[in-house]
């Protein structure tokens, strides 16, 4: 019933992976669009909603990198207007499953360093204050994606690290208490950001 309601738009990306986009982005832009004000203010928002979609984006496609280097096939990576996943067509093994879960970070920390590095060399104007954007946008992703709260990727790698340790039920069941008390100490950092 709701696949009707929100169409997704499919179409293969770079590694030859399928992306589909649900049309809850539109949903998503249309808040952004809402808070602006101006002209200018709308293409700044534009602007903003591009970086952070494809930031999320390039956070999956590290997911799908992941997958793909261990010989593991990926179905496809779906964008919405809450974020994204990387979905696989097969189970893996702890082992693997640490990689494609820290790659989707790691690729946000990459980009935060590499526009960090070039943005005080860039002149003074739209091109800097998109850097200087995009560094903001994948720190703050880096870092959210990294709190240990299921499902998000902390919380598994967290599990994952529980589970070199323990038998998989206890890490599951340590990962849920602590899950709720990182969150509710992450709700300030979320506001501020």
Same mark, same amino acid.
């Given at each position: 019933m709701f696949s009707n309601f929100f169409p997704t738009y499919d179409f293969r990306?770079?590694?030859?992976?399928s992306v589909q986009i649900s049309s809850?982005?539109?949903i998503l832009l249309l808040v952004?669009?809402?808070?602006g004000g101006s002209q200018i203010s709308i293409l700044y928002d534009f602007v903003f909603f591009g970086l952070l979609m494809g930031s999320v984006y390039l956070h999956e496609l590290g997911?799908?990198?992941?997958?793909?280097?261990?010989?593991?096939?990926? %179905?496809?990576?779906?964008l919405n207007g809450i974020g994204g996943a990387c979905e696989r067509n097969q189970s893996v093994t702890c082992y693997e499953h640490e990689l494609?879960? !820290?790659?989707?970070?790691?690729?946000?920390?990459?980009?935060?360093a590499v526009a960090s590095l070039i943005a005080p060399y860039v002149p003074a104007g739209n091109i800097s204050w998109t850097l200087e954007i995009l560094a903001y946008v994948n720190l703050l992703l880096a870092?959210?994606?990294?709190?240990?709260?299921?499902?998000?990727?902390g919380g598994k790698l967290f599990q994952l690290l529980l589970v070199r340790f323990m038998a998989?039920?206890? !890490?599951? %069941?340590?990962?849920? %208490?602590?899950?709720?008390?990182? !969150?509710i100490i992450c709700i300030p950092l979320i506001l501020f950001a």
């Open positions: 990306g770079p590694l030859g992976v809850s982005t539109i952004f669009l809402s808070i997911h799908a990198w992941g997958c793909l280097i261990q010989g593991v096939p990926v %179905r496809c990576i779906k494609i879960v !820290a790659m989707g970070p790691i690729v946000n920390l990459a980009i935060w870092l959210f994606n990294l709190v240990p709260v299921m499902p998000l990727d998989p039920q206890i !890490a599951t %069941r340590i990962c849920s %208490r602590v899950g709720p008390v990182s !969150a």
